[in-house]
Structures are given as C-alpha cells and as structure tokens.
DNA sequence: CCGACAACCTGTGAGC
DNA sequence: TGCTCACAGGTTGTCG
C-alpha cells in the first residue's frame, strides 16, 4: 500500500508513540517475509529503548539503544504490509506476522503478500544492502531540476518508470509517479533523455507538491493506530488520473487513458500531458 | 551500464 | 454460487 507519503504518515504515527519507550520483546509468528526473518529479533529487541523512528525511502527505521546490542529495527511494508497499535491479547489475524512489544500496547505488523521485510542492523555494521542501493530523498535539498536532468541524460525509458526506480530517486511510486507527472504536464510516456531541463523545472516541484500534499492529507488521522492505507490517502486528496481510467479529466473535457509500463498501469491525459 | 521481464505471495473483484 | 483470470500501492534478479 504504501509510497513515501503512506510510510512517512506512518513514521509520523508512530514516533510519539515509542520514541524514548522500551520495547520489552518481540513475537515471530511467521518469519516467511521477503526476507526470512530473525528467528532471534525478540532477544535482540528486548530491553531496548526506541531513540528515534526515522525514515528512509519507504523504509522505516527505528534506532535501538541499550539491549544486548545497539543497532536499528528495519521496516518496509512493501505491497500490503502495515502497522498498527493493539491492546494487550489482541487475538492476532491470519497475517500479523510480528508483534513488537511495549510496556502498554503491542505494534503489529502485518502483511498479507509478504513483500515487507522486518530486519536487525547491528550499529556498526555496514549499512544494509537493501538501504545501500537506495537513490536520494525527493523531499530533500539534493532532489533539483538540474539534478534530475543530469541523472537521466543516459535515459531513454520512459520518465514514469524512471520515476519509480528507487536507485534514482525513492519513494515514489506507482500512484505519485502517474499524479506527478499529470501536474508537470509531462507524458509518462516520454523517454527521460528527452525531456528539456525546462520541464525538469516542472516535474521537481511537481513530484514535491505532489508527495507533501499526500503526506499532509493523511497526516491529520492519526492517534492510537498507524495509518498505512495509501487508498484511503489517496481517496482524501483526490487522485487526477490514477485509478481513473476513462473518467474525464479534471483539467481539460479529454479522458483519462491506461496503459501498461514495465508491468504497471500508467494514467495519464494525452491532452494534458506531453 | 541500460531496459524489459519474471518472480516473490495473497486477496479481491469481474466475468462467465 | 463457484470457478478462473487479471490485477493490486514494491523490489530484486536475470537475461539480452
């Protein structure tokens, strides 16, 4: 379910929740996720104190201290995955996969695809591989016209896959990529090396708008669960294209039109968009 | 290096 | 009602 906005609502949610608390275990009820997971995370996490839930692309990273090692709690909850707080003997469901627990409630996980990943990095090992390849933040400084220009002069793939390689740039995914690309009025189907600097200047602030608008959407529901249901963020800010396939454009009297992309669907408005 | 594609896994909705 | 198929918000690995 989640892109950037989903997880960093998420992030949003869960840092007065458990920062500065300790986590007095974990349960394993299925370690078949996209990558096994540690038969041992619940001796590795007990006794740790949470010192900050950060984020990176759509990885949500939670910095332990004081356990039997320092070192942080990786999270994505790729396709389907999410978090949320439940009370005390919660009965779990077919797919809550793991429980982190808190002196006064339980964090959940739960991901019925399995694409998601829950993974211990030791403090002082070398950064994970899965974090290592990641591209830059869009919402950060380095994330300009000019940068993105330069990143794609050997680019002939279209820009809307492009968009979505998270080695280039993370956490935007299949539903932003189509909306940022309609607010820029670029086709998701022009190849990425021809596209002038120009309309660069476009898709930037675009591509920004489009994610901190989503972020501050679905920012205002949170409290005692973890919000991770892009569908809802996306029924709340109202998409322009995605998931609006022959439906009438909101900015001009054409269509919207699907097509299919590196195995996914792409909307867009051939009117709007070049 | 680049780009297209299959694969991972489960659920859901459409169509017959 | 029940079956089958296509598709779903992500990422990796393989192949040409």
């Known amino acids: 379910m989640p892109e950037l906005p989903e997880v960093e609502v998420c ?70 995955g999410s978090l949320r707080f439940v009370p005390f003997a919660t009965p779990p469901g077919k797919h809550d996969h793991v429980d982190i627990v808190f002196a006064g409630q339980i964090l959940r996980f739960a991901d019925p695809r399995r694409f998601g990943v829950v993974l211990w990095q030791a403090a002082g090992e070398a950064p994970h591989p899965l974090l290592a390849v990641l591209g830059i933040e869009p919402l950060g400084d380095e994330f300009t016209a000019d940068w993105l220009f330069a990143a794609t002069r050997r680019r002939a793939a279209p820009i809307k896959p492009l ?85 009438p454009c909101r900015r001009c009297d054409g269509v919207v039109r699907q097509v299919r992309q590196g195995g996914r669907s792409t909307f867009y408005c051939a009117a709007c968009q070049h």
């Open 11 to 80: 992030r949003r949610g869960l840092q007065p929740e458990v920062e500065g608390q300790t986590i007095l275990g974990a349960v394993v009820r299925s370690p078949r996720l996209r990558l096994p997971l540690s038969a041992t995370l619940g001796e590795t996490l007990a006794g740790q104190r949470v010192a900050a839930v950060r984020r990176r692309g759509k990885y949500l990273l939670l910095d332990c201290r004081g356990g039997v090692e320092d070192g942080c709690l990786i999270i994505h909850l790729g396709m389907s």
């Open 163 to 247: 968009l979505m390689d998270s080695h280039l740039v993370v956490g935007v995914g299949n539903i932003y990529a189509s909306e940022s690309l309609f607010r820029a009025g670029i086709s998701p189907l022009r190849a990425a090396n021809r596209i002038s600097r120009e309309r660069y200047g476009q898709l930037v602030p675009a591509i920004r708008q489009t994610l901190s608008d989503a972020i501050a959407a679905g920012g205002s529901s949170i409290r005692d669960y973890v919000h991770s249901d892009g569908g809802a963020g996306c029924f709340q800010v109202e998409c322009a294209v995605y998931d609006r396939a022959g439906e």
